[in-house]
């Protein structure tokens, strides 16, 4: 136990580490950096642009831009940006009266940490600077399905008492978040089909809430999720191609 929390000790100021992180920045490839610039550019530009955008909004979506670009490199900084967003998402979410996403958001702002202790203990077995991609067995997949369909009714039940908003909808973002979250802690390249179904679900529920409310918050997560499912396509891409020479 206490050499466990020794690693966990090492591993988060390794990830917190200002060297590190900015270390990390500067070991993408040519057309990452060219992803990265487009949709730090979009969150930008939506920000100049759109009436009373949020600062808030603002600082989410380039944190979490930063963070997924090196979740597809498999880099462990990542989480250091990911904690700045869902700590964002988590407010955002409050605001909004969305049930699913502060759940959602609140287990990932914890898994972050979990994270940083899986991954740091990959890296320093492996020995190698970027987390392997593996694929799931088929009795793993179904497992996988299975308790994801159950805990989404769950989900709804609830969302129900609480009087959530699209609630059909929000409340597939918690299963899915607790899946995707996991397989990627685990650095299964799955992950990326809960990313994707979990990027255009938000999709559908920020244009909903920005023709409800009609206001720059809701305009600028849309954009931000839009950007968001181009870059997982990207990710799962990158993560199935490497599990093709690790499985």
């Not at 100021?13 to 992803?35: D, M, P, V």
């Not at 996988?144 to 159950?150: E, K, N, S, V």
């Not at 959530?164 to 909808?169: A, P, R, S, Y």
């Not at 938000?202 to 918050?217: E, K, P, T």
């Amino acid at each position: 136990m206490k050499k466990k929390l020794n690693l966990f000790i090492v591993e988060l100021k390794e990830t917190f580490s200002i060297k590190k992180i900015f270390k990390e920045l500067f070991t993408l490839h040519l057309q990452e950096y060219f992803l990265l610039f487009l949709m730090i550019i979009a969150q930008v530009a939506t920000f100049l642009f759109i009436k009373n955008s949020s600062l808030l909004t603002l600082i989410l979506s380039i944190s979490s831009i930063i963070n997924l670009i090196l979740v597809d490199r498999g880099r462990i900084t990542n989480y250091f940006w990911g904690s700045i967003t869902t700590m964002a998402w988590v407010i955002i979410a409050i605001r909004t009266h969305l049930i699913g996403d502060i759940v959602s958001q609140t287990f990932y702002l914890i898994m972050q940490f979990i994270g940083i202790y899986i991954w740091g203990k990959n890296l320093s077995e492996t020995n190698k600077p970027e987390v392997q991609s593996k694929k799931l067995s088929v009795p793993q997949s179904t497992l996988y399905t299975i308790g994801t369909t159950l805990l989404y009714f769950i989900i709804v039940f609830i969302s129900k008492k609480l009087g959530g908003v699209q609630i059909w909808l929000d409340s597939a973002l918690l299963p899915l978040a607790i899946v995707g979250q996991f397989l990627m802690t685990f650095g299964y390249r799955s992950q990326w089909i809960a990313w994707n179904i979990i990027n255009i679900i938000n999709i559908v529920i920020w244009y909903n809430q920005y023709l409800i409310n009609g206001n720059s918050m809701a305009l600028s997560m849309l954009i931000l999720q839009i950007v968001m499912l181009f870059n997982s396509i990207y990710g799962w891409i990158i993560w199935f191609n490497k599990s093709k020479i690790i499985v």
